[in-house]
């Protein structure tokens, strides 16, 4: 083609600010051809002018590059030492009004998780989660807080019994919990982090990233926590120098910026 991939993740980003080359390019450009084709165009010069007139072409291909793979609870267990270990430091440390970001928050199954686990050891009116993501329908879809069986089958029983009410074959997440997360766009790769923040939760979103990409975000994350403040990542994840970046791991997928 013409205009090959190169020209194409330029005007991406100038369209999108979306850089595509943090991004790992073969599973990335796969991802687009499969799209191109089944809509149809017939190379990307086409495909990005659709992009620029057609609002809902545009929308489909921002929300097909974000990965929205997501659940309440995923990985169980590491909720539960969340919940048993984690917060109960934090709130020993900084006391019952925690700033809390879910990084990366897709459909909203992990801030309003948090929300939820939060609820146990803080007042729920006291409960602020700060929730972003790139995607403006994903973040749609997380004001509704309409979620499939599948995806809450990790909520604790109690939970699901209190905040949850069955919708047709769906599940309408409670107002209550709605109400304590703030939702804004955002994109990892830009500098407008939030500072000061005692719990940065990020979890299977950066394996998609470059190693130089995962590197920048996650030094970032440690220039956005409080000192005594704790990184929550992915069981897909970890953050091999960490050490060099400043963070001590705590355990497992739990990373904390250490007070000087």
């Not at 205009?3 to 599973?27: G, H, P, S």
Request: net charge positive; aromatic share 14%; proline share 3%.
């Amino acid at each position: 083609m013409a205009y090959d991939y190169e020209n194409f993740k330029t005007a991406v980003f100038q369209l999108t600010k979306i850089d595509l080359n943090a991004y790992k390019e073969r599973q990335m450009k796969r991802r687009i051809d499969s799209l191109i084709t089944k809509n149809g165009f017939k190379g990307y010069e086409d495909y990005i002018k659709a992009l620029k007139t057609d609002r809902e072409k545009f929308e489909e291909f921002v929300t097909y590059l974000t990965i929205n793979v997501s659940e309440f609870y995923r990985n169980p267990e590491q909720w539960k030492l969340l919940d048993e270990t984690i917060i109960p430091d934090l709130i020993t440390k900084f006391g019952k009004n925690l700033k809390v970001w879910s990084a990366a928050c897709s459909t909203g199954d992990e801030p309003y998780s948090l929300v939820m686990a939060l609820s146990r050891h803080i007042p729920l009116n006291m409960i602020r989660v700060y929730a972003t993501d790139l995607d403006k329908q994903v973040i749609a879809k997380a004001k509704v807080g309409l979620y499939g069986e599948k995806s809450i089958a990790s909520v604790p029983d109690d939970f699901k019994k209190k905040y949850f009410t069955k919708v047709g074959p769906s599940y309408k997440i409670s107002d209550e919990i709605k109400a304590r997360v703030e939702f804004k766009e955002q994109n990892l790769l830009d500098n407008n982090y939030p500072s000061g923040c005692h719990l940065i939760v990020c979890r299977n979103v950066l394996i998609y990233f470059t190693e130089e990409a995962k590197d920048e975000v996650f030094r970032k994350f440690y220039s956005s926590l409080a000192p005594g403040g704790v990184l929550f990542i992915g069981s897909t994840e970890q953050i091999i120098n960490h050490r060099e970046m400043g963070y001590e791991r705590k355990n497992s997928f739990f990373y904390e910026h250490p007070k000087q």
